[in-house]
């Protein structure tokens, strides 16, 4: 699902187009331009019924991907940042970052998609009122509302990761208050749904129609390995975030002076040290740790954006960050809001303070991602 074309952006979510998608594309051109529009309205020549096959296939897609704008937009709206929209051969995906945090919001987000689909079927039959006397306007018009309706109903199946399915953990989760059940139940009635498909699949190919009855197997197949995964990574964001950033953050850190040359921290620190990306620098040659005290941090970044024959003459006090402007996290935070606000600084490190806002430790995100690398392996 890697392969993708980028369409642009809206709204600054970047669209992207998996190839997979032409095969839907040429299909439906194909079934549209040979089947449903000679049947229906024979009147029509075959040129026409190829350029309405075409142009109806491009009102599909542009209907799939309303859809997902529509989720896309919800999520904006509670403050959830999109990472993209990719369209692939079984309709459109919106990557949101993260979960929802309230059963409401995961609720608003969900049927959002849904109710665009639903309006698009009711503006396409509006449509199809008015031009039903016009063949090439009736033939793509009816077709349309048909199949949006078809897609609000199908993805209001309540099967996790379908929208049915997240609406279904939203109201689990609003009823118990446990997201951990709701995700469960979502789950098992994700896979129930999807081996429901395969043997709806079996039983089409068992009654003569091999291609339907493939297509359901194969749609089946996909809710199943959509199901586990979603569910893996819900697990994995649960674990997260049951983790607050003392239980990570590393207790010690070299301690520089803030009069180290920048060549020498280079030498010493990142070449011999391995990668570090951010330096916490301290006050002071005293070797009494009692009194140092932290002044600032100095980043890579910081450090290469000066010309390298001015590393031995710059020390690090000259280019660090000041103590007072850093954002700093605490040890009781939660690990998940600890990497929020470092997403939001765009650092990969941070000072720790404890309750009396005394520095005790250092995070990183190379620390949080191990973490994360750890426990998804051992399926905790
Ligand atoms: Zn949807």
Known sequence: MEASIRLGKIWDIPIGLNISWFLVFGLVTWSLATGYFPNEYPQLSAGVNWLLGLVTSIL??????????????????????????NLFIFGGVAQIEGEPQTPGAEFRISIAGPIVSLALAGFFGVVWLIDQNIPWLAAPSIWL???????????????????????????????????????????????????????????VILGGNLFNGLWLIFIGWF???????????????????????????????PKLSSRTPLSLLMEEQILR????????????????EGEQRAAGMVS?????????????????????????RLVAVTTQMDLLEALRIMGEANVAQVPVLNEIGDLVGVLSREQVFQIIRLRSRLQI
Not at 65 to 80: P, T
Not at 273 to 288: I, K, S, T
Not at 312 to 319: C, D, G, L, N
């Open 273 to 288: 040290g391995g990668p570090r990306y951010a330096f916490l620098v301290h006050e002071g040659y005293g070797y009494d």
């Open 60 to 85: 599909f897609f542009g209907s799939v991907l309303l859809h997902e704008l529509g989720h896309a937009y919800m999520a904006l709206r509670e403050k959830i940042a999109v990472r993209a929209i």
């Open 145 to 203: 509302a048909r199949i949006n309706l078809i897609l609000a109903i199908f993805n209001m199946i309540p099967g996790f990761p379908l929208d049915g399915g997240r609406v279904l953990r939203a109201g689990v989760w609003k009823l118990t208050g446990s997201f951990r059940k709701a995700n469960r139940v979502a789950t098992l009635s994700g896979q129930i749904v999807a081996f429901l498909f395969m043997g709806l699949g079996i039983l």
């Open 223 to 253: 809710l199943q390995n959509a199901a586990a995964s979603s569910y893996a990574q819900s697990t994995m964001q649960q674990a997260l975030q049951s983790l607050r950033v003392d239980q990570v953050m590393a207790r010690q850190w």
């Open 300 to 324: 890579l970044t910081d450090i290469v954006r000066i010309p390298q024959q001015r590393w031995p003459y710059t020390p690090a006090e000259q280019i660090m960050v000041p103590w007072d």
